[in-house]
């Protein structure tokens, strides 16, 4: 369902931020510079990096329709971009002069909110550049910051543990110890839900923190009771502090990074676990989904960025196309019509037909039928017919299994007992991947393309989440 598709690695320094526009990545360092990439092709815009702030870069994100950057940092200042030329539009500088640690844009683009590490927070005029508002938190530095999806009004999360809900004159309306170990990062949903008894909608809010914990909240705005947050559940997924979570466009999916280096993305409605992905070698400090196609960037200490592709849009989806896979012996004649069209194997499709091949005979053909019963005289034909069922009867193995595709060794398809990582960056039990060695093959399983070592790193976030999914699976 997801798939690594590409690494930036242009920061000279840990990556603290990435944030999507329909057209554009940006992501920000402790370099003290922003950069700017393309999604057509990943590569960096002609007046990337941009240059301004004096010390590290803590948060950056896009006004909602893509023209304006604003970026944040330790210098105190929150700066705005244009990002069509990378020209500075404005200079805001918080008024304690304290570092500016989060920035975020309202839904409307009226507004932009900058948190300090003093406590303080200030609502800006996005279109004047002057301060409208400011209050502050009575304890720790702001770290985290969301808009509602109508944008009444903005949450904030502190060191100490806080979340505080502001209306949009700067009026708090509720404050509550969150995290006890503190706040790392919050995020609303812009997709609502609805009460099926009373037909009220609600939104999701996410929170994680130091405590290792992403905690769900349901916000709720009703004319009788106004504003009320409730907490929802929490989600254990991390074996350590959480730095990052963000929901996707559609809402179908919560996406998580951790000290313990790894990114998991879950389902929202059922709150399980859909991937975990063990590609950085150092702390995730970021993460955001692309609004209007399948990708995620994951934001990390090991300088990098890593771009993520997902094959189906929506968990739902996901698993509608693994219930079909796993149902293959319950296929029709159609259905495997539609199976060797999407295998590039369309004119087979008459042969098949005449000989009433269902998804059952589909899995029991071998060299002998199709030589002898379906006549396909073309080895080289042959041999692909036979490649695609393998491949189907592995993946309908695996889906009855339910085993989770990247707990899986892709050279043996089996559970990782023992999981390594390759110089290539994928993750393989040990002892095949030994052999896959020893044998003399220094390329890569995944990309055929030459190993650059034949090191092999003990990958224990990964054997960590596949013990705890083992778990699970015995109760």
């Given at each position: 369902?997801?798939?690594?598709?590409?690494?930036?690695?242009?920061?000279?320094?840990?990556?603290?931020?990435?944030?999507?526009?329909?057209?554009?990545?940006?992501?920000?360092?402790?370099?003290?510079?922003?950069?700017?990439?393309?999604?057509?092709?990943?590569?960096?815009?002609?007046?990337?990096?941009?240059?301004?702030?004096?010390?590290?870069?803590?948060?950056?994100?896009?006004?909602?329709?893509?023209?304006?950057?604003?970026?944040?940092?330790?210098?105190?200042?929150t700066?705005?971009?244009?990002?069509?030329?990378g020209?500075?539009?404005?200079v805001?500088?918080?008024?304690?002069?304290?570092?500016?640690?989060?920035?975020?844009?309202?839904?409307?683009?009226?507004?932009?909110?900058?948190g300090?590490?003093?406590?303080?927070?200030?609502?800006?005029?996005?279109?004047?550049?002057?301060?409208?508002?400011?209050?502050?938190?009575?304890?720790?530095?702001?770290?985290?910051?969301?808009?509602?999806?109508?944008?009444?009004?903005?949450?904030?999360?502190?060191?100490c543990?806080?979340?505080?809900?502001?209306?949009?004159?700067?009026?708090?309306?509720?404050?509550?110890?969150?995290?006890?170990?503190?706040?790392?990062?919050?995020?609303?949903?812009?997709?609502?839900?609805?009460?099926?008894?009373?037909?009220?909608?609600?939104?999701?809010?996410?929170?994680?923190?130091?405590?290792?914990?992403?905690?769900?909240?349901?916000?709720?705005?009703?004319?009788?009771?106004?504003?009320?947050l409730?907490?929802k559940?929490?989600?254990?997924?991390?074996?350590?502090?959480?730095?990052?979570?963000?929901f996707?466009?559609?809402?179908?999916?919560?996406?998580?990074?951790?000290?313990?280096?790894?990114?998991?993305?879950?389902?929202?409605?059922?709150?399980?676990?859909?991937?975990?992905?063990?590609?950085?070698?150092?702390?995730?400090?970021?993460?955001?989904?692309?609004?209007n196609?399948?990708?995620?960037?994951?934001?990390?200490?090991?300088?990098?960025?890593?771009?993520?592709?997902?094959?189906?849009?929506?968990?739902?989806?996901?698993?509608?196309?693994?219930?079909?896979?796993?149902?293959?012996?319950?296929?029709?004649?159609?259905?495997?019509?539609?199976?060797?069209?999407?295998?590039?194997?369309?004119?087979?499709?008459s042969?098949?037909?005449?000989?009433?091949?269902?998804?059952?005979?589909?899995?029991?053909?071998?060299?002998?039928?199709?030589?002898?019963?379906?006549?396909?005289?073309?080895?080289?034909?042959?041999?692909?017919?036979?490649?695609?069922?393998?491949?189907?009867?592995?993946?309908?193995?695996?889906?009855?299994?339910?085993?989770?595709?990247?707990?899986?060794?892709?050279?043996?398809?089996?559970?990782?007992?023992?999981?390594?990582?390759?110089?290539?960056?994928?993750s393989?039990?040990?002892?095949?991947?030994?052999?896959?060695?020893?044998?003399?093959?220094r390329?890569?399983?995944?990309?055929?393309?030459?190993?650059?070592?034949?090191?092999?790193?003990?990958?224990?976030?990964?054997?960590?989440?596949?013990?705890?999914?083992?778990?699970?699976?015995?109760?």
């Amino acid at each position: 369902m997801v798939k690594l598709i590409h690494t930036l690695a242009d920061h000279g320094d840990d990556v603290n931020c990435c944030a999507f526009s329909s057209s554009l990545l940006a992501t920000c360092s402790l370099d003290k510079t922003i950069r700017l990439y393309s999604l057509s092709d990943f590569t960096e815009l002609p007046h990337s990096p941009l240059k301004f702030h004096t010390y590290a870069v803590h948060c950056c994100c896009f006004s909602p329709s893509g023209h304006v950057l604003a970026s944040c940092s330790t210098d105190g200042t929150t700066v705005l971009w244009n990002t069509q030329n990378g020209e500075t539009l404005a200079v805001m500088e918080q008024p304690t002069g304290s570092p500016v640690r989060v920035c975020q844009f309202s839904p409307d683009s009226t507004c932009l909110v900058s948190g300090a590490a003093d406590g303080t927070v200030v609502l800006w005029n996005a279109q004047s550049y002057k301060l409208y508002r400011c209050g502050s938190v009575k304890d720790g530095s702001l770290v985290a910051c969301a808009f509602s999806p109508n944008g009444n009004l903005f949450v904030t999360g502190s060191s100490c543990g806080d979340l505080t809900v502001w209306d949009d004159k700067m009026r708090c309306l509720h404050s509550e110890k969150a995290h006890d170990l503190g706040i790392t990062c919050c995020d609303f949903s812009s997709q609502p839900f609805t009460d099926g008894e009373q037909g009220l909608q609600f939104f999701r809010l996410a929170s994680c923190g130091q405590d290792c914990q992403i905690k769900i909240w349901v916000v709720s705005f009703t004319h009788v009771l106004g504003f009320e947050l409730k907490y929802k559940s929490t989600l254990s997924g991390h074996c350590a502090p959480v730095l990052a979570c963000a929901f996707s466009h559609n809402g179908q999916m919560l996406v998580s990074g951790s000290v313990d280096k790894s990114v998991i993305i879950y389902d929202t409605n059922t709150e399980s676990i859909l991937h975990t992905l063990t590609q950085h070698t150092r702390y995730v400090t970021s993460c955001a989904f692309a609004p209007n196609t399948p990708l995620l960037a994951t934001g990390s200490m090991d300088k990098t960025v890593n771009i993520w592709q997902f094959d189906l849009e929506t968990p739902c989806q996901a698993r509608s196309m693994e219930d079909q896979v796993k149902f293959t012996e319950n296929w029709s004649e159609e259905d495997v019509s539609m199976w060797l069209c999407a295998q590039g194997l369309s004119d087979l499709v008459s042969i098949f037909k005449m000989n009433n091949i269902d998804g059952r005979e589909l899995l029991n053909l071998t060299k002998e039928s199709l030589t002898d019963d379906l006549k396909i005289e073309s080895l080289g034909l042959r041999s692909k017919v036979l490649r695609k069922i393998e491949e189907l009867r592995t993946k309908v193995k695996t889906l009855s299994s339910g085993i989770p595709d990247e707990f899986l060794c892709p050279i043996t398809r089996e559970l990782m007992k023992d999981p390594v990582i390759a110089s290539d960056g994928y993750s393989y039990e040990k002892e095949a991947m030994e052999n896959w060695i020893s044998k003399k093959k220094r390329t890569s399983p995944m990309t055929n393309l030459v190993l650059p070592s034949v090191a092999l790193t003990p990958n224990r976030t990964l054997k960590m989440a596949i013990s705890r999914w083992l778990e699970t699976q015995q109760k």
